[in-house]
């Protein structure tokens, strides 16, 4: 089983709004990513949690907040954000360290008006 | 920072025929990964390529690691409508901690 799950699937926000996307996973994947991607481009990586310390920030503004609850949750916590922050949001997980394959969810469709 | 050259681009072809599509880099790679993706869906991991020369096969998917570490490509034979889709290849490296390369993607279009 390599399934990684994301809610929601859709979300709409507007500028002051705060929200959050969920990620799970239950195969004992010990590295977790966010990713942002643009129609017809391919994933931009956002934050890396290895063993649920994060690892990877590739300077993403701080209205993006990433959060570990355990080895199994990795949560975004959105504020503020800009219209062109509209995209799919991809969560992803590797087996046993950020070495190895990594395996991505259904991911998120946010909209921000 | 390292680029991966995917090509071709785009590519239309009929049902049943053969599809081949290659990413090379001007780094060495430790890893190789091959994933599909379907619109609005998150990209699917076809085929993992860990060993310099490896050839990997997924059904009618055949990847193979090239022998430089620097190119990897990946085979699909006899496609069918659902083959389409964009297909992206993408590295790591040791020192990456995770920070996979991706390439533009190829968009594969099959027509009946």
């Known amino acids: 089983d390599t399934e990684v799950t994301q809610t929601p699937k859709h979300l709409v926000m507007g500028m002051t709004n705060k929200k959050s996307l969920k990620c799970e996973q239950h195969m004992g994947h010990r590295a977790m990513y966010w990713y942002k991607q643009k129609a017809k481009k391919p994933p931009e990586l956002m934050f890396v949690?290895?063993?649920?310390?994060?690892?990877i920030n590739e300077s993403v503004p701080s209205r993006f907040s990433p959060e570990c609850p355990n080895s199994s949750l990795l949560n975004l916590h959105l504020h503020a954000l800009q219209p062109e922050d509209s995209a799919l949001y991809l969560c992803a997980s590797s087996p046993r360290d950020t070495h190895y394959e990594q395996y991505f969810g259904p991911g998120t469709r946010l909209t921000v008006t | 920072g390292q680029q991966l050259n995917q090509s071709p681009q785009s590519m239309f072809i009929q049902e049943g025929e053969d599809v081949s599509m290659n990413c090379t880099s001007s780094?060495?790679?430790?890893?190789w990964l091959w994933y599909k993706q379907d619109p609005g869906e998150g990209p699917v991991l076809l085929i993992a390529?860990?060993?310099?020369?490896e050839l990997t096969s997924n059904g009618r998917l055949t990847a193979q690691f090239g022998i430089t570490r620097k190119d990897s490509f990946l085979n699909i034979s006899a496609s069918i409508p659902s083959d389409v889709g964009i297909y992206f290849c993408a590295g790591l490296t040791t020192d990456s901690w995770g920070k996979l390369q991706f390439g533009a993607g190829t968009q594969v279009v099959v027509t009946p």
């Open positions: 780094s060495i790679f430790n890893t």
């Open positions: 949690y290895s063993y649920e310390k994060l690892s």
């Open positions: 390529l860990y060993k310099a020369g």
